[in-house]
């Protein structure tokens, strides 16, 4: 297989990677020696009107051709794709590829123009805790388990499902992560990402009684503060969780709003439903929505002086930025449409707040209209990667439930169907919005990858491919130790610190070693894709930086041979396969044993 021309965000292909509105900046097209490519063009649709431009050659380097061509940055979000003409005839060239037909604008390449997320989300690899299941400190033992919860030791058994599953609590608190510091020092990770610290009325603290103050459970604010200044210590960021969507029905706003039909409070909240009953999240009447259209919201929770969005963000604990919960459905409800306007302003406080504050939106499904505007920096990227790749490292046997809520569970499909699904989502946003969005294999709501692929070469796969794809790799906690669990809450297990021979070594050494392969190569943090292979068991790409590049393997079984083209020599830098050396035609072979994960650096 011979490379084909190419062209995406990254800055081999877009130099200036912050242009500014109004700015005209030099783009790229990447056409390999002996492609069908004569002429280029670019497409541009500012203010809505379409323009074509020739490009020039710029350039010829190892028999590869660079054709530039100056795209002005007309809107904030403006787009760009390439009419590429030879021999055969035209062919566009879009964020999705390389195709013959006619496409429409919504897969163009995009400039944005707002102001950048900050330069340190690009290198973070960050860490997820789940704080009553990750560590006790000693001052736990002497804490009473509120009315609510089934206390439980570190081995009790989690219940997947069922009414007792919130209500399992076995105390871990956050003193407990600061003494565990070191084990994520070892792993590699820079970046802390802890689920709800507030009151609750559940383990997971999703349903907020007060964002005023630290869950005493946990340490309260001076825990808090203590893990903080641990973890900015160590250079490290440490961010939190907060539910823009809802609060809990213990939350003091919701009790006033009940309790007095006239209370200012009443208006934060949806108590337009039949018989003055509220409206919640999902039905789950312990999950009060609240209503954006209310200014006194907006005041409460993010442009106040004190508001709760800017008092974490402040010293003592210099939060380094939030995870919104469920921001797919903030400010959504019938005809009610301010989801935009709310991610515009928390992210102008955030800003205001602390500059280089981060402000990533859970979206469980196509997020592809909610970023690349003055919102959201990124999102949890279940469907443009952690779905694909369960998909394709999915175990054969029985059903494993898909956390989406798909009917018939995780679909087992070939490497041809999770390139579609990646290149698709990829597409419909920006490279700043995509290589900003979280990578993860799994979290505290879905199914353990140990669990979904089923053995530890699998596994290795995955973790593989969420070190040296684009964008910011999310490790769950326990996912390292080879953990399991079926579901969400199933997963929510307690890290066996004290049975180290339960630790899976192989796994541990795995991600260890992918996730310093990651920080000591800088293709691997800021360089662009190009997908070189895809067959049925195998996935090969290049990750290309100005400073270097080196090219992927993934493998989920034993097959062919791949050979390619139009590559140059390199050495193995993880997995122990041979060094590539291209043969008296200039092909380079791809092992083809599998399971199995190898990466090179190209000369």
Request: glycine share 10%; proline share 7%; charged share 25%.
């Amino acid at each position: 297989m011979s490379l084909q021309p190419h062209h995406d965000g990254s800055a081999t292909y877009v130099p200036e990677q912050e242009p500014a509105l109004g700015q005209t900046v030099p783009v790229f097209v990447r056409v390999p020696a002996g492609a069908d490519v004569r002429q280029v063009h670019v497409r541009t649709a500012g203010d809505g009107e379409p323009r074509f431009a020739e490009a020039v050659v710029d350039r010829t380097e190892d028999g590869d051709v660079w054709w530039r061509a100056d795209v002005e940055v007309r809107n904030p979000v403006s787009n760009y794709r390439f009419l590429l003409d030879g021999a055969a005839g035209p062919r566009w060239l879009n964020a999705a590829g390389l195709t013959d037909h006619d496409v429409p604008d919504n897969g163009d390449f995009k400039l944005v123009s707002y102001a950048p997320p900050p330069a340190w989300a690009r290198d973070a690899v960050i860490y997820q805790i789940f704080p009553d299941r990750f560590a006790r400190s000693a001052a736990a033992a002497g804490r009473t388990a509120p009315d609510w919860a089934i206390p439980c030791d570190w081995d009790t058994p989690v219940i997947g499902r069922g009414p007792e599953t919130p209500r399992q609590f076995y105390g871990g608190d956050l003193d407990g992560v600061t003494e565990r510091l070191d084990h994520l020092d070892r792993l590699g990770v820079n970046t802390v990402y802890l689920t709800p610290i507030f009151p609750a009325r559940s383990n997971h603290r999703y349903d907020a009684a007060s964002f005023d103050t630290v869950d005493p459970l946990l340490g309260g604010d001076a825990a808090l503060a203590r893990l903080a200044d641990a973890v900015h210590a160590r250079g490290w960021r440490l961010l939190g969780d907060i539910t823009s969507n809802h609060t809990g029905d213990a939350h003091k706003w919701f009790t006033a709003a009940v309790s007095d039909v006239h209370a200012p409070e009443r208006e934060l909240y949806y108590f337009d439903l039949p018989g003055g009953d509220f409206e919640s999240w999902n039905g789950v009447k312990s999950l009060p929505k609240l209503n954006w259209g209310s200014a006194e919201l907006r005041r409460r929770f993010a442009t106040a002086e004190d508001s709760l969005l800017r008092r974490w963000l402040r010293p003592p604990y210099a939060l380094d930025g939030w995870r919104v919960d469920v921001a797919n459905m903030t400010g959504r409800r019938g005809a009610d449409a301010y989801t935009h306007e709310v991610a515009r302003l928390l992210r102008e406080v955030v800003a205001d707040t602390r500059a280089d504050g981060l402000l990533l939106a859970e979206h469980g499904h196509d997020h592809t209209g909610d970023l690349d505007r003055d919102g959201w920096h990124g999102t949890m990227n279940y469907v443009g990667f952690t779905d694909p790749v369960w998909s394709w490292l999915r175990r054969g046997d029985g059903t494993l439930p898909n956390f989406l809520g798909t009917p018939g569970g995780v679909r087992r499909r070939d490497a041809g169907a999770v390139l579609a699904t990646m290149n698709t989502y990829r597409s419909l946003i920006s490279w700043r919005s995509y290589t900003h969005s979280w990578q993860l294999l799994g979290s505290h709501d879905s199914a353990r990858i140990r669990t979904v692929v089923g053995d530890a070469a699998r596994q290795e796969v995955a973790a593989g491919l969420l070190a040296t794809m684009p964008g910011t790799p999310v490790v769950f906690a326990g996912d390292e130790l080879g953990l399991t669990g079926a579901n969400g809450e199933g997963s929510r297990t307690p890290m066996p610190w004290h049975r180290p021979e339960s630790w899976d070594g192989r796994t541990f050494d795995a991600y260890r070693s992918l996730l310093a392969l990651r920080r000591d190569e800088p293709a691997l943090r800021h360089g662009g894709l190009r997908w070189v292979h895809a067959d049925a068991e195998t996935l090969v790409f290049l990750r290309e930086a100005p400073a270097g590049a080196v090219l992927v393997l993934a493998r989920r079984a034993g097959g062919t041979p791949v050979r390619l083209t139009g590559l140059p020599a390199g050495d193995n830098v993880y997995g122990g396969a041979p060094a590539l050396r291209p043969d008296a035609d200039g092909a380079v072979t791809l092992p083809a044993d599998g399971p199995t994960f190898q990466v090179w650096c190209l000369a």
